[in-house]
Protein backbone atom coordinates (compact mmCIF):
# COMPACT_ATOMS: atom_id res chain seq x y z
CA UNK A 1 0.00 0.00 0.00
CA UNK A 2 1.17 3.32 -1.16
CA UNK A 3 1.54 5.93 2.26
CA UNK A 4 2.16 9.72 2.18
CA UNK A 5 4.13 11.97 4.71
CA UNK A 6 4.08 15.57 4.89
CA UNK A 7 6.26 15.81 8.05
CA UNK A 8 5.67 19.36 9.02
CA UNK A 9 2.44 20.20 11.02
CA UNK A 10 2.58 23.72 10.38
CA UNK A 11 5.13 26.19 8.36
CA UNK A 12 4.66 29.89 8.41
CA UNK A 13 6.12 32.44 5.76
CA UNK A 14 6.65 36.64 5.67
CA UNK A 15 4.74 38.03 2.61
CA UNK A 16 6.79 38.30 -1.00
CA UNK A 17 9.12 35.35 0.68
CA UNK A 18 9.44 31.88 -0.24
CA UNK A 19 8.02 28.34 1.32
CA UNK A 20 9.01 24.77 0.48
CA UNK A 21 6.40 22.31 1.60
CA UNK A 22 7.57 18.64 2.27
CA UNK A 23 5.99 15.96 0.93
CA UNK A 24 7.91 12.08 0.73
CA UNK A 25 5.75 8.72 -0.21
CA UNK A 26 6.29 4.97 -0.49
CA UNK A 27 5.23 3.10 -3.29
CA UNK A 28 6.39 0.24 -5.65
CA UNK A 29 4.82 1.49 -8.63
CA UNK A 30 6.92 3.18 -11.10
CA UNK A 31 4.58 5.15 -12.89
CA UNK A 32 2.20 6.84 -10.84
CA UNK A 33 0.93 10.92 -10.25
CA UNK A 34 1.72 12.89 -7.60
CA UNK A 35 -0.44 16.60 -6.96
CA UNK A 36 -0.78 19.15 -4.35
CA UNK A 37 -3.95 20.16 -2.89
CA UNK A 38 -4.66 23.60 -1.10
CA UNK A 39 -7.54 23.66 1.54
CA UNK A 40 -8.57 27.26 2.43
CA UNK A 41 -10.68 28.43 5.43
CA UNK A 42 -13.19 27.68 2.77
CA UNK A 43 -12.65 23.77 3.35
CA UNK A 44 -12.63 23.68 -0.49
CA UNK A 45 -9.77 21.17 -2.03
CA UNK A 46 -8.20 23.08 -4.73
CA UNK A 47 -5.58 21.48 -6.72
CA UNK A 48 -2.57 23.58 -6.81
CA UNK A 49 -0.09 21.24 -9.48
CA UNK A 50 0.59 17.71 -10.61
CA UNK A 51 3.47 16.17 -11.92
CA UNK A 52 3.59 12.64 -13.86
CA UNK A 53 6.23 10.39 -12.37
CA UNK A 54 7.44 9.56 -16.12
CA UNK A 55 8.46 12.98 -16.77
CA UNK A 56 11.78 14.20 -15.49
CA UNK A 57 11.19 17.77 -15.68
CA UNK A 58 9.47 19.41 -12.70
CA UNK A 59 5.87 20.97 -12.52
CA UNK A 60 5.17 24.57 -12.35
CA UNK A 61 2.22 26.34 -12.35
CA UNK A 62 2.81 30.38 -11.54
CA UNK A 63 4.42 30.87 -7.95
CA UNK A 64 3.88 27.19 -7.23
CA UNK A 65 6.89 24.07 -8.23
CA UNK A 66 8.01 21.00 -7.45
CA UNK A 67 11.04 19.62 -6.25
CA UNK A 68 10.72 16.10 -7.23
CA UNK A 69 13.13 13.55 -7.03
CA UNK A 70 11.91 10.02 -7.94
CA UNK A 71 14.66 7.85 -6.82
CA UNK A 72 14.37 9.27 -3.08
CA UNK A 73 10.34 9.29 -3.36
CA UNK A 74 10.33 12.99 -2.55
CA UNK A 75 7.77 15.71 -3.77
CA UNK A 76 8.47 19.16 -2.36
CA UNK A 77 6.04 22.50 -2.91
CA UNK A 78 7.94 26.08 -3.54
CA UNK A 79 5.85 28.72 -3.36
CA UNK A 80 7.46 31.70 -4.58
CA UNK A 81 6.60 35.36 -2.93
CA UNK A 82 4.50 34.87 -0.96
CA UNK A 83 0.69 35.90 -0.69
CA UNK A 84 -1.80 36.66 2.23
CA UNK A 85 -4.24 34.71 0.02
CA UNK A 86 -1.77 31.47 0.07
CA UNK A 87 -2.91 30.90 3.82
CA UNK A 88 -4.09 27.47 3.98
CA UNK A 89 -3.80 24.05 4.46
CA UNK A 90 -1.42 21.93 2.14
CA UNK A 91 -2.05 18.04 1.04
CA UNK A 92 0.58 16.64 -0.98
CA UNK A 93 -1.50 12.96 -2.43
CA UNK A 94 -0.34 10.12 -4.57
CA UNK A 95 -2.22 8.38 -7.30
CA UNK A 96 -1.59 5.00 -9.13
CA UNK A 97 -1.73 5.24 -12.72
CA UNK A 98 -5.32 3.81 -13.69
CA UNK A 99 -4.50 1.33 -15.93
CA UNK A 100 -3.03 -0.67 -12.96
CA UNK A 101 -6.35 -1.33 -11.74
CA UNK A 102 -7.10 -3.13 -8.46
CA UNK A 103 -8.71 -1.97 -5.19
CA UNK A 104 -6.97 1.25 -5.56
CA UNK A 105 -8.39 2.35 -8.81
CA UNK A 106 -8.46 6.16 -9.11
CA UNK A 107 -7.32 6.41 -5.13
CA UNK A 108 -6.64 9.62 -4.16
CA UNK A 109 -3.81 8.36 -0.88
CA UNK A 110 -3.23 11.81 0.31
CA UNK A 111 -0.94 12.88 3.57
CA UNK A 112 -1.61 14.49 6.79
CA UNK A 113 -1.40 18.27 5.70
CA UNK A 114 0.69 21.05 5.93
CA UNK A 115 -1.03 24.85 7.82
CA UNK A 116 0.67 27.45 5.90
CA UNK A 117 0.08 30.48 7.23
CA UNK A 118 1.48 33.62 5.67
CA UNK A 119 2.26 36.73 7.99
CA UNK A 120 2.02 40.33 6.18
CA UNK B 1 -20.74 25.62 -14.21
CA UNK B 2 -19.10 22.13 -14.06
CA UNK B 3 -19.21 21.55 -10.26
CA UNK B 4 -19.57 19.07 -7.83
CA UNK B 5 -22.20 19.54 -5.05
CA UNK B 6 -23.27 18.09 -1.60
CA UNK B 7 -26.22 18.75 0.40
CA UNK B 8 -26.31 19.06 3.29
CA UNK B 9 -23.36 21.26 4.28
CA UNK B 10 -23.50 21.34 7.55
CA UNK B 11 -25.63 18.40 9.87
CA UNK B 12 -25.65 17.84 13.50
CA UNK B 13 -27.55 14.28 14.14
CA UNK B 14 -27.82 11.84 17.04
CA UNK B 15 -26.29 8.38 17.27
CA UNK B 16 -28.55 6.23 15.15
CA UNK B 17 -30.79 7.75 13.04
CA UNK B 18 -30.19 7.35 9.49
CA UNK B 19 -28.74 10.13 7.15
CA UNK B 20 -28.46 10.54 3.81
CA UNK B 21 -25.31 12.94 2.10
CA UNK B 22 -25.82 13.76 -1.30
CA UNK B 23 -23.73 13.94 -4.22
CA UNK B 24 -24.01 15.39 -7.71
CA UNK B 25 -21.58 16.46 -10.63
CA UNK B 26 -22.97 17.88 -13.67
CA UNK B 27 -19.46 16.89 -15.70
CA UNK B 28 -20.24 13.28 -17.09
CA UNK B 29 -18.07 12.08 -15.35
CA UNK B 30 -17.71 8.21 -14.97
CA UNK B 31 -15.93 7.95 -11.47
CA UNK B 32 -16.91 9.13 -8.34
CA UNK B 33 -15.97 8.76 -4.83
CA UNK B 34 -16.13 10.05 -1.03
CA UNK B 35 -13.62 11.04 1.46
CA UNK B 36 -13.34 11.71 5.16
CA UNK B 37 -11.01 14.18 6.31
CA UNK B 38 -10.11 14.02 10.24
CA UNK B 39 -7.31 15.58 11.73
CA UNK B 40 -3.64 14.78 11.73
CA UNK B 41 -5.09 11.54 9.27
CA UNK B 42 -5.41 13.61 5.71
CA UNK B 43 -8.62 12.49 3.55
CA UNK B 44 -9.28 8.54 3.34
CA UNK B 45 -11.43 7.17 1.02
CA UNK B 46 -14.10 5.39 1.97
CA UNK B 47 -16.28 4.00 -1.78
CA UNK B 48 -15.71 4.55 -4.89
CA UNK B 49 -17.36 3.97 -7.90
CA UNK B 50 -16.38 3.71 -11.29
CA UNK B 51 -19.77 3.58 -13.51
CA UNK B 52 -23.48 2.91 -12.65
CA UNK B 53 -24.13 0.25 -10.07
CA UNK B 54 -20.23 -0.57 -10.12
CA UNK B 55 -19.62 0.39 -6.60
CA UNK B 56 -16.40 -0.77 -3.90
CA UNK B 57 -14.89 -0.23 -1.01
CA UNK B 58 -11.98 2.21 -0.06
CA UNK B 59 -10.04 2.61 2.53
CA UNK B 60 -12.20 3.12 5.52
CA UNK B 61 -15.97 1.59 4.28
CA UNK B 62 -16.99 0.44 7.94
CA UNK B 63 -20.24 2.07 9.06
CA UNK B 64 -20.81 3.69 5.45
CA UNK B 65 -23.03 2.22 2.12
CA UNK B 66 -23.20 4.21 -1.01
CA UNK B 67 -25.19 3.73 -4.46
CA UNK B 68 -25.04 4.94 -8.43
CA UNK B 69 -28.01 4.41 -9.85
CA UNK B 70 -27.66 7.30 -12.13
CA UNK B 71 -24.35 8.76 -13.65
CA UNK B 72 -24.51 12.19 -11.82
CA UNK B 73 -25.44 10.77 -8.53
CA UNK B 74 -23.51 9.06 -5.57
CA UNK B 75 -24.79 9.18 -2.51
CA UNK B 76 -23.59 8.35 1.29
CA UNK B 77 -25.67 6.50 3.24
CA UNK B 78 -25.02 6.45 7.03
CA UNK B 79 -27.97 3.53 8.23
CA UNK B 80 -26.76 3.68 11.92
CA UNK B 81 -24.08 7.00 12.66
CA UNK B 82 -22.24 6.87 15.62
CA UNK B 83 -20.00 9.73 16.84
CA UNK B 84 -16.70 8.27 15.43
CA UNK B 85 -18.12 9.14 11.94
CA UNK B 86 -18.31 12.92 13.16
CA UNK B 87 -15.88 14.49 10.35
CA UNK B 88 -15.48 16.17 7.03
CA UNK B 89 -17.00 14.16 3.95
CA UNK B 90 -15.97 15.03 0.63
CA UNK B 91 -17.14 13.90 -2.74
CA UNK B 92 -15.43 13.83 -5.64
CA UNK B 93 -15.51 12.80 -9.57
CA UNK B 94 -13.15 13.01 -12.43
CA UNK B 95 -12.93 10.88 -15.91
CA UNK B 96 -12.03 7.45 -15.90
CA UNK B 97 -9.34 8.54 -18.32
CA UNK B 98 -8.25 11.52 -16.83
CA UNK B 99 -6.25 11.96 -13.54
CA UNK B 100 -7.61 15.38 -12.16
CA UNK B 101 -10.29 14.76 -9.68
CA UNK B 102 -12.55 17.67 -9.02
CA UNK B 103 -14.25 17.98 -5.50
CA UNK B 104 -17.09 18.94 -3.71
CA UNK B 105 -17.54 21.74 -0.97
CA UNK B 106 -17.50 19.16 1.64
CA UNK B 107 -20.11 17.90 3.94
CA UNK B 108 -19.54 18.80 8.12
CA UNK B 109 -21.24 16.32 10.00
CA UNK B 110 -21.53 15.86 13.73
CA UNK B 111 -23.10 12.96 15.15
CA UNK B 112 -23.93 13.06 19.03
Known amino acids: AQTVTQSQPEMSVQEAETVTLSCTYD???????LFWYKQPPSRQMILVIRQEAYKQQNATENRFSVNFQKAAKSFSLKISDSQLGDTAMYFCAFMKPRYAGGTSYGKLTFGQGTILTVHP | EAQVTQNPRYLITVTGKKLTVTCSQNMNHEYMSWYRQDPGLGLRQIYYSMNVEVTDKGDVPEGYKVSRKEKRNFPLILESPSPNQTSLYFCASSLIKGNEQFFGPGTRLTVL
Open chain 1, 27 to 33: TSENNYY
